[in-house]
């Protein structure tokens, strides 16, 4: 559809619809991430402020120390396993849910804690793995001692799952509310057992729903700062943390540049990878 | 097999509410230390109320909150139409630009936006770090949901009735206003419903992009949490939890009813 | 076959709309090639073709919903081919009637005027007589989903109308109707057009929808117009195999001429009664009507006459249809009804020898290079 009119008037309806979005994502989204890329090649200054000479040094440093590439390997290993504890947990619900005669209530319950300030929900562990916590009433309430619970990476983990559960849940369910279940029929009826059944006839259905709930939790849980910071705290080291840290008190803000465009790259590489599979179709399903 | 679902659910609706539970039953307790029930009292949400810093964190939080989602729904909505109806160059570049907020982590976005107000201020000595710049950072988060929100309504729209109007002589605009907009009004709502909640869960970006004097809601828990438990932080958060169950009940109604 | 152009018709001699070299490519298609052609005043003109031929694309380039890649829309004489289409002074009716789901009847009706910032009172009088025009009053609150196809198709025409537009654009707009309510809104719309004396240009691939209701008829085929001109001669004298394909049934025998006025065919030879001489040698294609064959018990003492045999027959109540075999080629002859037996119109029974005449007039050449 290419409606008649003047290049002029083209140019202005382009410019009145997409023009001021377009300039603000430029401006807001675009730049800063340049600058984020230029600040990495840059040194410390004095009062932390990134200051020439430009250069790879802090990308070197970066990769160079064990501690570094130690939090990379963390904050991926603790955002994967995250994610498949949260799969584990959100991919029987969504189809119990889906099956079940009050759906709605029950969808309403994962989207209550999905609209739950995500501070509120992070705090809430605090209460429940605090020494004089719940988890530590119950332990002296056998008669054991109780248990340094805080700061632990099992709280780091058991708050990453309880956050993101929900944003895994709601786009699964979408897509095991489509599912086409006479497929599983035809399925039976060609004589598959159950088990094979579903891997063959239900599960490749789920699998967009799946992928895109993945990256949903996948990519927050890699970069997460809060979590590890409040339930964590000093004990487990996230490439959020170190971010946050190079900002804050260290005030490095060239180096903290850098490990931005590290994280950065790593979201891109998995998005990538999801892209390719899914096609922009897929990215839609990220929101 | 239904047994072990049906089992399967109820663990984790229980570790999805026992926390909630747990936070909501604490700030009715007495005891201001330790899980143990000692007593009714309304005494933490006496003392939170009577902190008069909390009103200005949940004005600032709901100031931030209605600025940023009334500009990044008009703009998200005017870039969904542009970006469906029109060709232009850079199409492609401008969509692929509109995911990176939706996929960038939140800290990167922080520091980005951080390091921008950083050299403009060090060029043109403004903006300070201030309710401003919060609201210009959510604005650029809330756009790329709002316009993709809109864009997904808006290509179901069946395009011969804006050819309608215009046929009728509606200009372009006149179109957008009468037939477009009305049309596609649930999904600006629902845009704005995002953005809206979007705004007021962040601490993130709101974290590096605040200054002194624009302490907000989610930053105030933050400090509070980092310097231990406190049985008012319990009050705050059941309020909160309330207010969300409330809204989100509304709307389920309203929803009903249409 | 009922044709409108036999009726009396007085048309301005004004050019309405005008079509310089029009050509729209989408990609490698080229939905619309090279078309030239004009549209009279008050004249009610049909764009007729098969599914994909570039009928929707010309129409909606008309409107200016499309701009051409190339060549010139002129619009009561002046240069629209980049004018936006709500400075256009033509109105469509859409194939999918595309009415405004949130407005009612009235609002509907309303929204061309609304836009015209006419006063209220005068939207209110010129509704109330769109209404009346498409016998719709009393249905102003109605919402679009709570009417039939039929009655939505009316307020697309008075939704359009009420503008006074000075062409009315149709886009196939009865195709999602059912037969009797077709034919009844055909006769509707004919009276509607000549009361109003409003140009219409109608899109269709409903060849007897075209014939019954237009003066004159473009067939479109693959983005061209394959043959321009009033109903009858679209009919009576296709210029093309393709039309005379598409416009009724047609009977295509492959000839070349041996002399100016006379074919040599499988079937014999045939002498012609065509005004242009053909050249010796040049292969053309005879075309001729299944009404347009006669057919004998006795060999009649007539020219162009030939053996062949029934090789089928269809009743159709009023008429019968032949299915004649000759020298391997089938024909097919469309005979009234008749109680009366007299030579030319005879019964006749399966697998009986006939003798068929075409008469020399009624024999079409269609001179077309590689006749496809
Ligand atoms: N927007 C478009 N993009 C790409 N190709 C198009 C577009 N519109 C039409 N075409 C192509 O142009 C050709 C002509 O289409 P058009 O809709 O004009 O045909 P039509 O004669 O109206 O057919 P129908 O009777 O089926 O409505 C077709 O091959 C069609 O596929
Ligand atoms: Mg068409």
């Known amino acids: ?287 | 097999m239904k047994r072990i679902l049906s089992f399967h659910a109820g663990l984790v609706f229980a570790f999805l509410y026992l926390p909630i539970l747990v936070i909501v039953a604490l700030s009715f307790n007495q005891s201001r230390f330790g899980v143990r029930f000692t007593g009714f009292t309304l005494e933490w949400y006496a003392r939170l109320f009577s902190n008069e810093r909390i009103l200005e964190y949940l004005t600032n939080t709901l100031i931030v909150a209605v600025v940023s989602t009334a500009v990044s729904t008009v703009l998200g909505t005017l870039l969904a139409v542009g970006l469906v109806r029109y060709e232009f160059r850079l199409k492609n570049a401008l969509r692929y630009l509109l995911y990176v907020p939706v996929v960038v982590p939140d800290v990167v976005m922080g520091i980005s936006l951080l390091l921008l107000f950083d050299v403009v201020r060090d060029a043109i000595g403004w903006p300070r770090l201030s309710l401003f710049t919060i609201i210009l950072a959510h604005i650029s988060f809330q756009i790329a949901y709002v316009t993709l929100v809109v864009r997904a309504r808006l290509v179901l729209l069946d395009p011969t009735l804006e050819e309608a109007a215009k046929d009728l002589g509606a200009t372009s605009w006149q179109t957008f206003r009468e037939v477009t907009l009305p049309l596609i009004m649930p999904g600006v709502m629902a845009g704005a419903l995002l953005a809206f909640s979007l705004s007021l869960d962040d601490f993130v970006i709101t974290f590096f992009t605040a200054g002194s004097g624009s302490t907000t809601l989610p930053l105030y828990i933050y400090s509070s949490v980092k310097l231990g438990i406190r049985p008012e932080i319990h009050a705050l958060s059941t309020l909160m939890v309330g207010v969300t169950v409330l809204v989100i009940l509304l709307g389920v109604l309203f929803w009903k009813k249409r | 076959m009922l044709f409108r152009g036999k009726r009396e018709r007085k048309l301005g001699d004004s050019v309405a709309v005008q079509l310089e070299g029009v050509t729209k490519r989408f990609g490698d298609v080229r939905a619309v090639d090279n078309v030239s052609l004009e549209v009279r005043d008050g004249e009610f003109f049909s764009l007729l073709g098969p599914s994909g031929c570039g009928k929707t694309t010309l129409l909606r380039m008309i409107a200016g919903f499309e701009t051409p890649d190339e060549g010139r829309i002129l619009i009561g004489g002046k240069d629209m081919t980049d004018v936006p289409p709500y400075l256009r002074p033509v109105n469509t009716v859409f194939q999918s009637y595309a009415l405004f789901p949130h407005m009612n009847v009235e609002q509907n009706i309303a929204f061309g005027l609304r836009m015209k910032r006419m006063p209220k009172e005068e939207i209110a009088r010129r509704v109330a007589w769109a209404l009346e025009l498409v016998n719709l009053s009393g249905f102003e609150k109605r919402r679009p989903d709570q009417m039939s196809g039929g009655q939505r198709q009316r307020v697309a025409l008075a939704r359009a109308l009420v503008n006074e537009p000075e062409v009315l654009l149709l886009d196939e707009p009865l195709s999602a109707l059912d037969l009797k309510l077709r034919q009844e809104l055909r006769v509707d719309l004919m009276n509607l057009q000549e009361r109003l004396g409003i140009t219409f240009i109608f899109v269709t691939h409903d060849q007897e929808e075209a014939l019954v209701m237009s003066d004159r008829i473009a067939v479109m085929n693959r983005g061209r117009i394959e043959q321009l001109g009033p109903t009858e001669e679209i009919y009576e004298l296709p210029k093309t195999a393709f039309v005379a394909r598409f416009i009724g049934d047609s009977n295509l025998i492959p000839a070349k001429a041996i002399e100016p006025r006379k074919v040599r065919t499988s079937l014999g030879d045939f002498v012609l009664d065509d005004d242009d001489a053909l050249i010796p040698g040049q292969e053309v294609l005879l075309s001729i009507r299944p009404e347009k064959i006669r057919l004998f018990r006795e060999r009649p003492s007539l020219p162009n006459v030939f053996r062949a045999k029934v090789d089928d027959i269809i009743y159709t109540g009023s008429e019968n249809l032949y299915i004649l075999l000759a020298d391997g080629q089938r024909l097919m002859c469309e005979t009234l009804n008749h109680d009366i037996q007299e030579p030319g119109h005879e019964e006749f029974d399966y697998d009986e020898e006939v003798w068929v005449a075409l008469t020399p007039e009624k024999l079409v050449v269609i001179q077309e290079e590689g006749h496809a």
Request: without cysteine.
């Open chain 1, 1 to 287: 559809m290419r409606e008649a009119a003047t290049p002029a008037q083209r140019l202005r309806r382009v410019l009145l619809t997409v023009g001021p979005g377009a300039f603000w994502l430029v401006l807001f989204v675009l730049i800063p991430t340049l600058i984020v890329l230029v600040v990495s090649l840059m040194s410390r200054g004095s009062l932390g402020q990134p200051v020439p000479p430009f250069g790879l040094h802090n990308y070197v440093r970066f990769f160079s120390d064990p501690l570094f590439l130690e939090i990379i390997g963390r904050s991926l290993w603790i955002g994967l396993w995250s994610t498949l504890l949260v799969i584990l947990l959100g991919y029987p619900l969504a189809f119990y849910i889906a099956q079940s005669r009050y759906k709605e209530v029950l969808l309403l319950l994962v989207v209550i804690p999905f609209f739950t300030n995500f501070l509120i929900r992070v705090y809430a562990w605090i209460v429940v793995f605090q020494k004089e916590g719940l988890l530590n009433a119950f332990i002296t309430a056998f008669g054991l001692p109780p248990a340094e619970l805080l700061p632990s990476t099992l709280a780091v983990y058991v708050a990453t799952v309880y956050t993101y559960l929900p944003f895994f849940v709601l786009p699964l369910y979408a897509a095991v509310e489509r599912i086409d279940w006479s497929l599983l029929e035809a399925a039976y009826d060609l004589g598959a057992r159950p088990v094979r059944a579903f891997f063959e006839a239900i599960f490749p259905q789920t699998l967009p729903g799946l992928l895109a709930g993945f990256l949903l939790v996948f990519i927050p849980a890699v970069g997460t700062f809060v979590i590890a910071d409040l339930l964590g705290g000093g004990k487990v080291t996230l490439v959020g943390n170190l971010i946050q840290l190079q900002f804050g008190s260290a005030q490095n803000w060239a180096f903290g540049s850098a490990a931005s465009m590290v994280l950065m790259a790593m979201v891109l590489l998995g998005l990538w990878l999801y892209a390719r599979t899914q096609g922009e179709r897929g990215l839609d399903r990220l929101v």
